[in-house]
Nanobody
Framework: QVQLVESGGGLVQAGGSLRVSCTAS????????MGWFRQAPGKEREFVAA????????VYANSVKGRFTISRDNAKNTVYLQMNSLKPEDTANYYC?????????????????WGQGTQVTVSS
């Protein structure tokens, strides 16, 4: 069982930056592909970014490519999402997710463990 706890959300002006973090419990963090998803009110949860357990190149949704960067620190059991050039349409609750030995990982159904989410609000 893996428990995920997000932090770092908040209110930021358009064009600003924010970094959200997700810390996992357990001793097998390095074997998990970690993903970030987001969900705005009235909308479905959507993929943002993922970083593989195997060290491959991260993958990003087209809507955030070039603005967001996902990274992980296995020594700290933590995955980060650095968000730059934020837009009002990035406003959502951001969730991290984990799936062991997952290849790829842009679908909600592929992940087994989820955090409670952290709210990011971008004002115009």
């Amino acid at each position: 069982q893996v428990q995920l706890v997000e932090s770092g959300g908040g209110l930021v002006q358009a064009g600003g930056s924010l970094r959200v973090s997700c810390t996992a419990s357990g001793r097998t963090f390095s074997s998990y592909t970690m993903g970030w998803f987001r969900q705005a009110p009235g909308k479905e949860r959507e993929f943002v970014a993922a970083v593989s357990w195997s060290g491959g190149s991260p993958v990003y949704a087209n809507s955030v490519k070039g603005r967001f960067t996902i990274s992980r620190d296995n020594a700290k059991n933590t995955v980060y999402l650095q968000m730059n050039s934020l837009k009002p349409e990035d406003t959502a609750n951001y969730y991290c997710a984990a799936a062991r030995y997952l290849s790829g990982g842009s679908q909600v159904r592929q992940y087994d463990y989820w955090g409670q989410g952290t709210q990011v609000t971008v004002s115009s």
